[in-house]
Every structure is written in C-alpha cells, then in structure tokens.
C-alpha cells in the first residue's frame, strides 16, 4: 500500500506565499516522478510542475518565476514553493507518483488534494 500525505494549504492574500509538502510512504522501493497538478471549479485538472528522480524540471507557463518544485529522495517528499500567488491559482493542488513498488510493478499513485485560495 501507498500514503501520501499532502500539506500546506489555505488560505492567502494575492502576493503572498505557500509551501506545499507531499510525503510517500508505503510499499514504495524507488520513485521516478513527483508531480503537483491543480484544479480549479470548472476547469480541466493541468499540471503545475514536476520533478525527476535526477531534479529536472518541469513548469506551466503560468506559474514560471513564481513556483519552485523541489523533493526529497530521503524523505520520499516533493514540496511546492508558490511566490506572488493570483487569485487566479486558487484551486485544489493534488501531489502525483510515479513510483516502482517492493515487488517491482511501476505505478502512479495521487494524494487527496488541498485546496489552496487566493483571496483578499
């Protein structure tokens, strides 16, 4: 079985800042891929950005210069760094795996989600 355990939602004004973690545990032997994807009401779930096992990158046009995706192999955790945040970023933020289980199956695996608002 796998867990990943997301944090760091809430609430902010425009311009502010947040932190998201995404931590994996479980019957997990390696992870390539950890992702963040958002969805907002109405609208397509997209990708925000990701990050190899080896630390490239990848971003939305729209969140360059503000987002930085960073993880931690030790911890199996993936964290979201979002600056100058936008009314416009509100949505929920869900973390996504690509993980190679103790058996040696490659699967992908989603977290809950955590809504993340920007708002004054």
């Known amino acids: 079985q796998v867990q990943l355990v997301e944090s760091g939602g809430g609430l902010v004004q425009p311009g502010g800042s947040l932190r998201l973690s995404c931590a994996a545990s479980?019957?997990?032997?390696?992870?390539?891929?950890m992702g963040w994807y958002r969805q907002a009401p109405g609208k397509q779930r997209e990708l925000v950005a990701d990050?190899?096992?080896?630390?490239?990158?990848s971003y939305a046009e729209s969140v360059k210069g503000r987002f930085t995706i960073s993880r931690d192999n030790a911890k199996n955790t993936v964290y979201l760094q979002m600056n100058s945040l936008k009314p416009e970023d509100t949505a929920v933020y869900s973390c996504?795996?690509?993980?190679?289980?103790?058996?040696?199956?490659?699967?992908?695996?989603w977290g809950q989600g955590t809504q993340v608002t920007v708002s004054s």
């Open positions: 479980g019957s997990i032997f390696s992870i390539y891929a």
């Open positions: 990050i190899t096992r080896g630390g490239s990158t």
């Open positions: 996504k795996i690509v993980y190679r289980s103790n058996w040696g199956s490659i699967s992908d695996y």
